[in-house]
Structure formats: C-alpha cells, structure tokens
C-alpha cells in the first residue's frame, strides 16, 4: 500500500489545526479568560482527584468503562426525568455563578496595567511602540 503525499500533508495540517485549536483553548482555560469554563475545570479537577483518593487507577478506568457502556442506555430509558433535572442543575448553577461573579470576581481590580500603558503612549506619542504591545 502507497500512501500519497499530498493526503499525509493534508491530514497533518488538518491535526496541526486541531492541535492548535485545543492547546488554544487550554490557554483560555488555563489563564481565566473563560471564567465559567475556568471553574468548572477547578471543580471538575477537584472532584477528580477527591475520587481518585479513594480509586487505584485501575479501578478508575474499569468504572469509567462500565460507565461509558450504561449511561447512554440508561439516559435513553430516562431522558425526560434525566433533562428536567439537569435543566435544573444548569439553573442553579448559573444562579450561583452570578452571585459569585458579582459579590467576588467583579471586586478583583483589573486593567491598571493596561490604563498605564495607554497613559504613557499617550504622552508620549508613539502609538506604534503601543500596537506593538497590544
């Protein structure tokens, strides 16, 4: 079998996008631009490793594939009850977020850095040293 170079080339800028695209979206992650995606890998991570305390992780990956094998049959059997109650859930969780966004991360100070920059291109009047920062 022969594989032609110009489908190897293709396929490999096609991960290469790919790869780009997620490691992108770990760096939002990653530096808070997300924040609820932000929070929900935190708490995703904490309830991981609270498990993983418990779990070798062997046992870890034989509950994850009974999981995988059950779950969507049983959410198939249940999928009214299963969507009304995690309607809920997303609910309540957007409640919680709003309330945390706004008695805790809208006090976080943020932007001085940047205020000061345009201050000083501003007085100085290099606005191409300033396109070059932003």
């Known amino acids: ?8 080339k ?12 997620i490691l992108s979206k770990l760096l ?12 929900l890998t935190t708490i995703s991570l904490y309830i991981l490793s609270i498990i993983g305390t418990y779990f ?4 870890l990956l034989f509950i994850g594939f009974v999981n995988i094998q059950t779950l969507p049959v049983l959410y198939e059997m249940y999928e009214d009850d299963v969507d009304r ?16 966004d706004s008695n805790v991360l809208s ?7 940047h205020v000061q920059y345009q201050n000083l291109c501003a007085a100085h009047g290099d ?8």
């Not at 800028?13 to 780009?20: C, E, G, K, L, Y």
């Open 1 to 8: 079998m022969v594989l032609d170079e110009s489908s190897f």
């Open 10 to 21: 293709q396929l490999a800028r096609s991960f290469h996008v790919r790869f780009n695209k």
């Open 28 to 39: 939002d992650i990653a530096c808070g631009r997300d924040p609820p995606l932000f929070f």
């Open 56 to 59: 070798n992780f062997v046992n």
């Open 85 to 100: 109650v995690a309607g809920k859930l997303v609910r309540k969780m957007k409640k919680l977020y709003r309330n945390v």
């Open 107 to 113: 006090k976080i100070p943020r932007g001085t850095i």
């Open 127 to 134: 606005y191409d040293f300033c396109n070059d920062i932003f």
